[in-house]
């Protein structure tokens, strides 16, 4: 019965058809879908915590381990807290093509703490503030370093240039 639907599509009915089918088969395969990724948690002592992202609380299981799921490529604020009478703190987590992984970190004697990316080794300290204040710190550092090293490099290429100039001086007094 089918085969006699088909033979009775002549022409340009049929045509429209096939060309139809075809389009949305391509179409289909040319534009998949964004895949949704997901982001593990996991505390450094096994402590449970809660994490916000978004409008979404999310409760770690009890020996601190977390998964928020469904999340497509973008960049998330997440707030984690310990436990509910201490103040979220603040972090930016970058979804890009792959699932994240994170590892909270207590800092300064446990008063603190910053998430540890699992794949790429990178910690990230709570807010904007602090990561500013870090960041200028060690930039203030490296300029320091590379100051003393200018000056060391000075004092070098001057030493060589007064000890050139002493030889030269030597030789022409043997001369």
């Known amino acids: ?15 429209k058809a096939c060309i139809v089918i075809l389009i949305s088969i391509f179409g289909h395969l040319a ?4 895949l949704p990724y997901f982001m593990y948690i996991q ?6 915590f809660f994490v916000q992202v978004g409008q979404k609380k999310y409760n770690s299981s009890s020996i601190g381990h977390c998964i928020v799921p469904g999340l497509l490529n973008g960049q998330y604020k997440v707030a984690v807290s310990l436990d509910e009478s201490t103040s979220p703190q603040d972090y930016t987590v970058n979804i890009k093509d792959s699932d994240q992984g994170f590892l909270i970190k207590a800092m300064n004697g446990g008063t603190e703490y910053a998430l540890l990316n699992l794949k790429t080794a990178i910690v990230q300290y709570s807010g904007a503030e602090k990561q500013k204040a870090l960041d200028a710190e ?3 550092k490296e300029a320091d370093i590379a100051k003393v090293r ?5 004092k ?5 240039l007064q000890a ?3 030889k030269v001086v030597e030789e022409k007094e043997t001369i």
């Open 1 to 15: 019965m089918v085969s006699h639907k088909f033979a009775a599509m002549k022409g340009k009915n049929f045509s």
């Open 43 to 48: 505390s450094e002592n096994n402590q449970p």
């Open 31 to 34: 534009a998949p879908a964004q």
């Open 138 to 140: 060690k930039a203030k």
């Open 150 to 154: 200018a000056e060391e490099s000075a």
């Open 156 to 160: 070098l290429e001057k030493e060589t």
């Open 164 to 166: 050139a100039e002493k």
